[in-house]
Nanobody, 122 residues
């Protein structure tokens, strides 16, 4: 089982930036980020293929967020710019390590991090 540990969340003003990191304990294929606010379902934010050649974004973050990965150190990142109050959520790192198939579907990820809070003030 691959373990994931996120870091980098915090409080930022609207228009500001944050970078989230997710360290994996082993090799992974597709990796991604999801977010959740109280009372709502966890939603897809971004994902990246195993070699980093393909990236996917939710419409709500495209152009503001950038996902990347460092396969040498088994780390993925989410650079979040031009943050808005509606980006406030707990952000979860996710990874696939049982299958190479590309997906952005929550249920198809094999491991999850513990979550990190991102709060954007207006």
């Amino acid at each position: 089982q691959v373990q994931l540990v996120e870091s980098g969340g915090g409080l930022v003003q609207a228009g500001g930036s944050l970078r989230l990191s997710c360290a994996a304990s082993g090799r992974t294929f597709m990796m991604g980020w999801f977010r959740q606010v109280p009372g709502k379902e966890r939603e897809f934010v971004a994902a990246i293929s195993a070699n980093g050649g393909s990236t996917y974004y939710a419409d709500s973050v495209r152009g503001r967020f950038t996902i990347s990965r460092d396969n040498t150190n088994n780390i993925q990142y989410l650079q979040m710019n031009s943050l808005k109050p509606e980006d406030t959520a707990v952000y979860f790192c996710a990874a696939r390590w049982l299958s190479r198939r590309l997906t952005t579907t929550l249920e198809e990820f094999d491991s999850w991090g513990q979550g990190t809070q991102v709060t954007v003030s207006s």
